[in-house]
C-alpha cells in the first residue's frame, strides 16, 4: 500500500506516478492532500508537501486530480483534519460527500484523535467511506478500545515513534503493537519507515496484512526531480519499488508459520 | 466563566489536542503529572520557594506618574520585566521545569520567537541540571541576538530554524518533531498559552501568578480595581496570566494587544482575533483556534509577538464578548517603546509596547480612568532593533 502526495511534484507527473504504482500491483493507494501545517512529518514528506502546495496543490484540485486518475485500485485520502473542517459549507461533510463522489473509498486523519472523531464517523458512514485510524507504540489500553470500535477498512499501524520517513532498519516495536492488536478483527496495515521488499516480506511474516510505503517512494520522485530525470524514467522507478514491494509482502505471507490445527 | 479548560481542554469550542497519535500518551501523561502536582502541597511550595527567591517574586505594581497626567487616567504597570530574565516568561518555565523533573525527563526543548523563552528555559535547565534545546527561526535568530548569546552562556544549544517563514511558527514546527521523536526521556516545555491540551490551561495557571498578584496590589495601592486591565497577545500566556485575576470581576474590561505589523488592512501582521475574517476557527499546531488568513503574511516587528494564531482561551474569551481584542502596528509600538523611555524611564520590550500603545489609545479615547498594563518584559534585547529605528548610532 504506497502512499504518494498528490501533485509531486505537478499535477501531470502525479498523475502518472499513482497509474505506476498501480501497474507494479498496489493493493490500495494513499494520496496525501497536502497541507502546510503537517505536524511530526519527516523532511522527506515535508519536502513533497512544499513541492506540491508550490505546484498549486488544493483541496479542489487534489478532487480533480483523484478523478483524472486512470487506476482501478481503491484509493484512500490522507489528510490533516483542518482542510477537513474548512471545506465547503458544512464542515466535515462537505469534504467527504466530495470525496466520495471522485471515488476516494477512505480517509486516515493523522490529527484527529478518536474522541474528536463523530462528525467525521457520520459523515463516513453516510457516504459510505472508510474511517482508519492509526495506532502508535504508545497506544494502549482505553485509548486502543476506543480507536478499535470507530475504525473501519483497515488500521493503520505506526512501526515506531518520531516522524515519518525511510530507515535503514526497522523496528521492533512492530511485533509488539502487532500483538497488541492480534485481539481485533480488523486488517492490520504497517507503516513507517518500511523502505525495501525485504522489509515488507518481515513485516508481514510478522502477521501484518499488508505494508505502507510513503517515504522511500516520494525519495525517488524528489531524486528524478533535482536530477531533471523524465516522468518516464521516474514513473519506471517507482513502478518497480512497488513491485519488489509487494514481492516482499507476498514473501512473507508465505514465511509465516502455519497457524497450528487443534 | 466557562473557559477554563476542562479535561479535554476545551475552551468554549476551542482548544482541544489535534495531534497525531504518537502524542496523545505522552501528552495524556503530561496532563496527568499536571493535574496532580498542581494540588500538591510539596510542589506549590517548591514552585513558590523557587519564584521568590530565585525569580524575585512579587513583581511590584508601579504607578506611572507622567503618563497618568498626560493622558489624564490612572496607569499602572506590572512590573513583570523585572522577573528575572527580564519577562514573564520564567514563571512558566520554572513550573514546567519542576513537573518534567517530577515526571523523570532528563531533557528540555523550547521554541523561541524572542529568545525571551528560550533564555527562561536557559536558566531553568541550567538550574535544575537538565540539558536544554531551543529552536529558533534565522530570522529571529538575527534580530534578538542578545539572547542567543545568553542561551548559549548558560549551556543551552540553541538551534536555528531555516524552514518556511523561519519564525516562531517554525520553531513550534521543529520542536513538535524534535518531541516526536525524543518523548520519552525529554520533556517540550512550550513557551506560550498555545498547542494541545495541556500546555494551554498549563501556562494559564502558571503565569496566573501575575493577575493574582496584581489584584491585591492594585487593591492596596490604588484602593479599588482597574476599570482596565491590558496586555499584548502574541501566544497569550502574559494576557491570560494577568486576565486570570481579573476574569471574574465583571467591571474590569480586558483588553488584548494584538501586533498589526504595517496595519490590519496590509497583508502583513500576526493578529488573527483583531483582523481575521473567518468565522470557523482552525486546526492549527494541535488546537482548534484562530489563525490569520491565508492570504495574509504573517509580520511583526516583535519577534514574541509574531505568530500567525492564538492560544484558544483567548478565542473564547472574544467569542463570549469577556475581552476585546485591537490591533497596534509596528510604528504604534515603536512610537509607545519610545514614550515609556523617556516619561519613565523604563525601556519596554517591544512586545509589551504594544499593550501601552493601547492604554494610550483608550486612555485618549477617555474609555476608561484606571489602566492597568503588563509590562511583561525589558527591552534590553530590542536595543539594536532600536539604534536602527531611532539613529541611536
Ligand atoms: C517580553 C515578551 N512579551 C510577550 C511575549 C509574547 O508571548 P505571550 O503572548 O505568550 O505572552 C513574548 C514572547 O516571546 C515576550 O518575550
Avoid: W
Avoid at chain 1, 502512499?3 to 507494479?24: H, N, R, T
Avoid at chain 1, 467511506?129 to 492509526?134: A, E, K
Avoid at chain 1, 518520531?162 to 532498519?169: C, D, L, N, Y
Avoid at chain 2, 534545546?133 to 538575527?142: C, Q
Wanted: proline residues 5%; charged residues 25%; contains cysteine.
Amino acid at each position: 500500500m504506497p502512499y504518494l502526495a498528490a501533485g509531486d511534484p505537478d499535477f501531470e507527473s502525479s498523475l502518472e506516478y499513482v497509474e505506476a504504482l498501480a501497474a507494479g500491483g498496489a493493493d490500495v493507494i494513499e494520496l496525501g492532500l497536502p497541507f502546510s501545517e503537517p505536524i511530526a512529518e519527516g523532511p522527506t514528506i515535508q519536502q513533497a508537501v512544499v513541492r506540491s502546495l508550490e505546484g498549486g496543490m488544493t483541496p479542489e484540485r487534489f478532487f480533480e486530480f483523484v478523478a483524472a486518475l486512470d487506476v482501478d485500485v481503491p484509493l484512500v485520502c490522507m489528510t490533516y483534519y483542518n482542510l477537513i473542517y474548512q471545506y465547503g459549507d458544512e464542515p466535515v461533510r462537505s469534504f467527504v460527500e466530495r470525496a466520495a463522489e471522485v471515488g476516494i473509498e477512505g480517509v486516515v486523519v493523522p490529527d484527529l484523535p478518536a474522541e474528536e472523531a463523530d462528525l467525521l464517523r457520520e459523515a463516513c458512514d453516510e457516504f459510505g467511506l472508510d474511517l482508519i485510524f492509526i495506532v502508535a507504540p504508545t497506544t494502549a489500553g482505553d485509548r486502543l478500545d476506543r480507536i478499535m470500535e470507530r475504525v473501519s477498512g483497515y488500521v493503520y499501524v505506526q512501526a515506531r515513534l518520531g516522524v515519518t520517513g525511510a530507515r535503514e532498519s526497522l523496528s521492533d516495536h512492530t511485533e509488539e503493537t502487532l500483538a497488541r492488536l492480534e485481539e481485533y478483527d480488523v486488517p492490520k496495515a504497517v507503516g513507517f519507515g518500511i523502505s525495501t521488499g525485504e522489509h515488507a516480506a518481515s513485516v508481514v511474516e510478522a502477521g501484518a496484512d499488508g505494508v505502507i510505503v510513503g517515504s522511500a517512494l516520494i525519495e525517488i520522485i524528489a531524486e528524478g526531480h533535482e536530477t531533471d530525470d523524465s516522468t518516464a524514467a521516474v514513473a519506471e522507478r517507482i513502478e518497480s519499488l512497488a513491485r519488489e514491494l509487494k514481492a516482499g509482502a507476498i514473501e512473507g505471507g508465505q514465511r509465516r508459520p502455519r497457524p497450528e490445527r487443534t | 466563566m466557562s473557559t477554563d479548560g476542562d479535561d479535554e481542554g476545551e475552551f468554549d469550542g476551542f482548544g482541544g489536542r489535534y495531534v497525531p497519535e504518537p502524542l496523545e500518551a505522552p501528552l495524556e501523561e503530561l496532563a496527568e503529572t499536571f493535574d496532580s502536582e498542581i494540588d500538591s502541597e510539596a510542589f506549590r511550595e517548591e514552585l513558590d520557594g523557587l519564584l521568590e527567591h530565585f525569580g524575585g517574586r512579587p513583581t511590584p505594581v508601579f504607578y506611572a506618574e507622567t503618563l497618568s497626567e498626560r493622558y489624564d487616567a490612572d496607569v499602572y504597570f506590572k512590573h513583570e520585566d523585572l522577573l528575572h530574565g527580564g519577562a514573564h516568561k520564567l514563571n512558566n518555565t520554572l513550573g514546567q521545569g519542576l513537573l518534567a523533573k517530577r515526571a523523570g525527563k532528563e531533557r528540555l526543548i523550547a521554541e523561541t520567537g524572542a529568545g525571551q523563552h528560550g533564555t527562561a528555559t536557559a536558566m531553568v535547565g541550567a538550574l535544575l541540571d537538565l540539558p536544554v534545546t531551543v529552536y529558533m527561526g534565522t530570522k529571529d535568530v538575527d534580530r534578538q541576538e542578545m539572547n542567543v548569546f545568553r542561551m548559549r552562556l548558560m549551556g543551552a544549544e540553541v538551534e536555528p530554524v531555516t524552514r518556511g517563514n523561519a519564525g516562531l511558527a517554525e520553531a513550534v514546527d521543529a520542536a513538535l518533531e524534535d518531541y516526536a521523536e525524543n518523548f520519552e526521556d525529554t520533556h517540550y516545555l512550550v513557551g506560550s498559552a498555545v498547542g494541545p491540551d495541556p500546555f494551554p490551561r498549563m501556562v494559564r495557571e502558571f503565569q496566573s501568578v501575575i493577575g493574582r498578584e496584581a489584584r491585591e496590589q492594585i487593591l492596596e495601592l490604588h484602593g479599588d480595581l482597574p476599570d482596565a486591565c491590558v496586555a499584548c497577545v502574541g501566544g497569550g500566556s502574559n494576557a491570560i496570566g494577568l486576565f486570570s485575576g481579573f476574569v471574574d470581576d465583571e467591571d474590569v474590561a480586558l483588553y488584548g494587544a494584538e501586533p498589526a505589523g504595517k496595519g490590519l488592512d496590509s497583508g502583513e501582521h500576526s493578529a488573527p482575533l483583531s483582523a481575521s475574517k473567518q468565522e470557523n476557527p482552525q486546526i492549527f499546531q494541535g488546537m482548534k483556534t484562530k489563525v490569520i488568513d491565508e492570504e495574509t503574511t504573517n509580520h511583526s516587528v516583535s519577534a514574541g509577538l509574531d505568530y500567525p494564531a492564538v492560544g484558544p482561551e483567548h478565542a473564547a474569551l472574544q467569542s463570549l464578548g469577556r475581552a476585546e481584542y485591537h490591533g497596534i502596528t509596528d510604528e504604534e509600538a515603536l512610537a509607545a517603546f519610545r514614550e515609556l523611555s523617556e516619561a519613565e524611564g523604563i525601556i519596554p520590550a517591544l512586545e509589551p509596547s504594544h499593550a501601552i500603545a493601547l492604554a494610550i489609545k483608550l486612555a485618549e479615547e477617555d474609555r476608561h480612568d484606571t489602566i492597568l498594563i503588563n509590562l511583561c518584559g525589558r527591552g534590553d534585547k530590542d536595543m539594536q532593533t532600536a539604534a536602527e529605528k531611532f539613529d541611536l548610532r
